[in-house]
């Protein structure tokens, strides 16, 4: 089977302190992100991702490999494109090694609207009822397990198959409860967004923390009891007995396979009632509301349209401050993946529905503010790899974004260059709009700032920051006169 090499941004620079590494002279750099299970450790090597397998993990892969559910979920792209290489190829150290499909993009789960969320989840949980019937299950139950394409999930731990031993419970079920289910009970049942909890503990949330949210009625609600209070009283009633004592007793209990597939067919129920409705906000009408004439929209479309079509065609784009997607999916046909970052989860969610609904598999969108973008995070602060280490698109979209920051947020008009030309190739391209001061949104801005605050914000400042990082290739004043779009060569 051969696998395509998806275009993704070049793996972090392991050489530095504190990051993993393969052994010396091998060309290998090892993937910061895996290293907690000892039998398998994912390598980079130039723009191949490969599996490092000890003995036993390469009997499990080889045995999982001949089974009929493992190639279907492969086809059905639900399983990430996965073979095994001569032996001779393995790392120094492993039995085996293989060879994975590039995943586009790499993003988090605390980077997902709360229906992509879902939907991983339920993925994760479909892999698992097909794997069980033929004697396997899955080690972790991380949201870190998934990735996308486009809108579809797909499930990249490979390494967690593992055969199923009669009687155990799934290994899994604590890592998904807080990385996946108590996020979505807390969207649905309490419309907070989960985004900010996932940030901030790589592991997720932990089930004292979610009981001590639904006390009262609110234990009552769907999967709380059961998922939450229940599973946190059985893991302090069971904190001094050891792994296999637990083990024991449920398969005295009569703990086994048909229950494992019944319990998580209710979860799977259970995930699809927690659907989630966002309120209204003002970026979700944002289009409507932005005060685009339809001359300043049709030459806006027409002056991205044309730095987008080239001899060459774009690999990554990136789309900051996307909102609808509108010019996300102008991007999309002119290249082979575009990232849509949007602050607000609501908009995101339903960007992602539609995507969805349209079949739109080019197209990924996530939830970021650009203001407080995703830092290094987990082990060491490089086991989840910053938004900025991610990124190296061909082209950065930044369309009615810089006002928001440098006004907005107060983020000095350098800077915001800065950012920009940062997440662009160091031969890409960077297509800008700037918002006049006179312009309708930023007096609108500049009303809530003291006066004399932004003597910079000026478009004389901005184009000569812009010269400073590239060569400005092509510029349009648009037909209202109080907004600018360049394009910009970087490097030259």
Known sequence: MALPHLHH???????????????PGTGLRA???????????????????????????????????????????????????????????????????????????????????????????????????????????????????????????????????????EGEPWAGYRQFCQTLLYPLLLTAHLGVDFQPWLRAQVDGIAPDQMGRLFRGVRRLLPGVFTHVHLHGSVQRRNAARTTTDVRAQLRDAGYGRELALATVRGMEKLVRRLDHSPPTSHWVDYQRTCGYSEADRAAKEGFVT????????????????????RYSRIAAAHADYVVAVEQDPAVVDRLYRTLRE????????????????????GWRGVERASFAARTRADT??????????????????????????????????LVVEFV????????????????????????????????????????????????????????G
């Open 306 to 325: 044309a730095a987008l079509t080239g001899a060459t065609r774009r690999r990554l784009v990136l789309d900051l401050g996307a909102n609808d997607g």
């Open 9 to 23: 941004p070049a793996p972090p620079d392991t050489d530095r302190p504190g990051t993993a590494s393969a052994p």
């Open 436 to 491: 006049h001061p006179q312009d309708p949104m930023a007096r609108r801005l500049l009303a809530n700032k003291p006066d004399g605050l932004f003597p910079d914000y000026r478009r004389e400042a901005f184009e000569a920051l812009l010269a400073a990082h590239g060569t400005v290739t092509d510029r349009l004043e648009l037909p209202s006169g109080t907004r600018t779009l360049y394009q910009v060569a970087l490097g």
């Open 358 to 377: 349209e079949g739109e598999g080019r197209v990924l969108p996530l939830v970021m503010d650009l203001a407080d973008p995703s830092p290094g995070g």
């Open 396 to 429: 950065v979209l930044a369309l009615a974004l810089v006002h928001h920051l440098a006004i907005g947020r107060n983020v000095p008009l350098p800077q915001v260059v800065e950012c920009l030309t940062a997440l662009a190739a160091p031969d890409g391209r």
């Open 31 to 165: 993937e910061p992100g895996s290293f907690r299970d000892p039998a398998n450790q994912v390598f980079h090597a130039g723009v191949q991702v490969l599996r490092g397998l000890d003995e036993t993990a390469a009997g499990h892969w080889r045995a999982l490999s001949g089974t009929d559910f493992f190639p279907a979920l492969m086809a059905d792209g639900k399983v990430c494109g996965t073979e095994e290489l001569p032996t001779a190829s393995a790392p120094q150290g492993w039995a085996a090694v293989l060879r994975h499909e590039r995943i586009p993009f790499v993003s988090h789960p605390y980077e997902w609207s709360v229906t992509m969320l879902r939907d991983a989840a339920l993925l994760h949980l479909e892999i698992l009822r097909a794997a069980l019937p033929a004697g396997f299950t899955t080690k972790d139950g991380s949201a870190y397990n998934l990735q996308w394409r486009g809108t579809r999930p797909v499930f990249i731990d490979v390494g967690s198959f593992a055969p199923l031993v």
